[in-house]
């Protein structure tokens, strides 16, 4: 019981350490963490998005749509290292990337909820 506490307690500042403030990040390796960070919490927006675009689709539809976002996945993936291949091998190539991968995911998210949101007998929709 007494190693379970001091291993408690000797992990709980390294834990603490370990924490960024992304609000007040002023190094470089905090910058791309906060970035990458950021660019999660969107990814899994647009994973909960697409999954409702999915259920609202059935039989060949469903099948183009799987095939039009990994596509889209291979384009955003392929396009940011494009974009940021400037910086390839520096310090801040991570936040670069992580930041285009954050806006691509952004715009791709908003597409799915604005399919998911076309008001009924809209033909345009193609949801």
């Known amino acids: 019981m007494k190693k379970l506490i ?3 307690l000797i992990a709980f500042p390294v834990s603490q350490a370990l924490a960024v ?5 002023e190094k470089q390796l905090d910058m791309n963490q906060c970035a990458n960070t950021e660019y999660k919490v969107a990814d899994k927006e647009l994973n909960q998005t697409y999954q409702k675009a ?3 689709t059935s039989g060949e539809q469903k099948s183009l749509l799987q095939s039009s ?3 889209w996945i291979e384009f955003r993936d392929a396009d940011c290292k494009f974009q940021t291949f400037i910086s390839k ?4 190539n991570s936040m670069n990337l992580s930041n ?3 806006d691509k995911t952004k715009q791709r998210t908003d597409e799915f909820k604005k399919m998911l949101d076309c008001p009924e007998g809209d033909i345009s929709c193609p949801l």
Do not use: F, H, M
Not at 21 to 25: L, P, S
Not at 89 to 92: D, K
């Open 69 to 71: 976002q990994r596509k």
């Open 6 to 8: 001091i291993a408690a």
């Open 54 to 56: 999915l259920k609202a």
């Open 21 to 25: 403030d992304c609000e007040n990040a």
């Open 100 to 102: 285009c991968l954050l």
């Open 89 to 92: 091998g520096g310090s801040i």
